[in-house]
Antibody, heavy 122, light 108 residues
Framework: QVQLVQSGSELKKPGASVKVSCKASGYTFTSYAMNWVRQAPGQGLEWMGWINTNTGNPTYAQGFTGRFVFSLDTSVSTAYLQISSLKAEDTAVYYC???????????????WGQGTLVTVSS | EIVLTQSPGTLSLSPGERATLSCRASQSVSSSYLAWYQQKPGQAPRLLIYGASSRATGIPDRFSGSGSGTDFTLTISRLEPEDFAVYYCQQYGSSPPAFGGGTKVEIK
């Protein structure tokens, strides 16, 4: 069965960096793009962008350029989200997500990781 | 960029009642590429409906979606205790994909 398992919660100080991992299993990793979605405390869902798991080419949504980097290690079927120069407003749960098997439509999210809480506080 | 507005913000209902949730888009959603998700506290969202009206795998038939263009509806025919949650609509017909602000369905 398809699983996306994310790394654990992080507590970071302002200005630090964090790297969140999302390990995929149960399918061919390079067959589906990986998306990242942010949810600030008590708030809604915000699409951050996606990474082409074949080419490694990332696409970032507006507001997620510069400090946010998507990357891959296809040898271990894992996607990464790195955030640098952390600010208090980066405090949120970050999810990785991919399309369902049917329909296989980019931008539709049928499988989600369990989420990683990143807390930025001095 | 398409903006989705959900209403009401909160819906207070009793188990067994019918829930009707609305999602309005700022412009027409291409190919009715409109989805609905359910999210419970501390959990990731779960896909319920895609293509405006198709249920995702394993979703009970008390959940139904309808609509086209700019106006979409999620209906839960008879609320079960496990249905009390937050519901988000999302368009995926054009980039960037966008979510609505959510509707909380709470127990009255």
């Amino acid at each position: 069965q398809v699983q996306l398992v994310q790394s654990g919660s992080e507590l970071k100080k302002p200005g630090a960096s964090v790297k969140v991992s999302c390990k995929a299993s149960g399918y061919t990793f390079t067959s589906y793009a990986m998306n990242w979605v942010r949810q600030a405390p008590g708030q809604g869902l915000e699409w951050m962008g996606w990474i082409n798991t074949n080419t490694g080419n990332p696409t970032y949504a507006q507001g997620f350029t510069g400090r946010f980097v998507f990357s891959l290690d296809t040898s271990v079927s894992t996607a990464y989200l790195q955030i640098s120069s952390l600010k208090a407003e980066d405090t949120a749960v970050y999810y990785c997500a991919r399309a369902p098997s049917t329909p296989m439509v980019r931008g539709l999210f049928g499988y989600w990781g369990q989420g990683t809480l990143v807390t930025v506080s001095s | 960029e398409i903006v989705l507005t959900q209403s009401p913000g909160t819906l207070s209902l009793s188990p067994g009642e019918r829930a009707t949730l609305s999602c309005r888009a700022s412009q027409s959603v291409s190919s009715s590429y409109l989805a609905w998700y359910q999210q419970k506290p501390g959990q990731a969202p779960r896909l319920l409906i895609y293509g405006a009206s198709s249920r995702a795998t394993g979703i009970p038939d008390r959940f139904s979606g309808s609509g086209s263009g700019t106006d979409f509806t999620l209906t839960i025919s008879r609320l079960e205790p496990e249905d009390f949650a937050v519901y988000y609509c999302q368009q995926y017909g054009s980039s960037p994909p966008a979510f609505g602000g959510g509707t909380k369905v709470e127990i009255k």
